[in-house]
């Protein structure tokens, strides 16, 4: 059984920047591919940001350019670094993952879940 635990999340105003952190524990191997996604209430789960075992990334067109997601296989860690932050990402965050090395922003593909970390951007 794979734990992911994010952590990172806060409020911040709109132009900050905010780093978010997912410990994973259990048989996770690299060859996981991991996931940012986010919701908010109301809303369908949004896929944000994946990358792969070797370091291949996804990302959606809304966060192009002011997001970047990172993995250390060794220390089973993902990282998502928001930068220039709007209004619009505020929600709550979670980490996934699933087997398999293809990138993916669909979530019914991934079997791995946190609790979430909320993120809060005021204007």
């Known amino acids: 059984e794979v734990q992911l635990v994010e952590s990172g999340g806060g409020s911040v105003q709109a132009g900050g920047s905010l780093s978010l952190s997912c410990a994973a524990s259990?048989?996770?191997?690299?060859?996981?591919?991991m996931a940012w996604f986010r919701q908010v209430p109301g809303k369908e789960r949004e896929g944000v940001a994946a990358i792969d075992a070797y370091g291949r990334t996804r990302y959606a067109d809304s966060v192009k350019g002011r997001f970047t997601i990172s993995r250390d296989n060794a220390k089973n860690t993902l990282w998502l670094q928001m930068n220039s932050l709007k209004p619009e990402d505020t929600a709550m965050y979670y980490c996934?993952?699933?087997?398999?090395?293809?990138?993916?922003?669909?979530?019914?593909?991934?079997?791995?879940w946190g609790q979430g970390t909320q993120v809060t951007v005021s204007s």
């Open positions: 996934a993952a699933k087997t398999g090395l293809a990138t993916s922003l669909v979530s019914y593909e991934y079997k791995y």
């Open positions: 259990g048989y996770l191997t690299s060859r996981y591919c």
